[in-house]
């Protein structure tokens, strides 16, 4: 799996800001991100580390409009050109 999917999987959550049901999950490279929308504008990236026998995980609690921030900052890091609609 490459890089560019983390950046898509970040652009599939900004295009459905407006919420979803159950849990959208990607991982890959020792990194889990699962992100479950609560339905009254909040996102919860419940995100997992781990390495051999070393794990961390935690919640991060974002508002709709940060996912679009992220994707665009994924897509430039990664450099994926965006198509003009």
Known sequence: ?????????FSDLAESW?????????FGYGLRIEAIHDQLGH???????????????????LEPGGLEAIATSLNVFFGICQSES
């Open 43 to 61: 996102i919860a990236l419940e995100v997992s580390v781990w390495e051999g026998s070393w794990y961390c995980n935690g919640t991060i609690v």
């Open 18 to 26: 407006r919420g979803w049901d159950g849990t959208k999950a990607w």
């Open 1 to 9: 799996m490459g890089h560019h999917w983390l950046a898509h999987y």
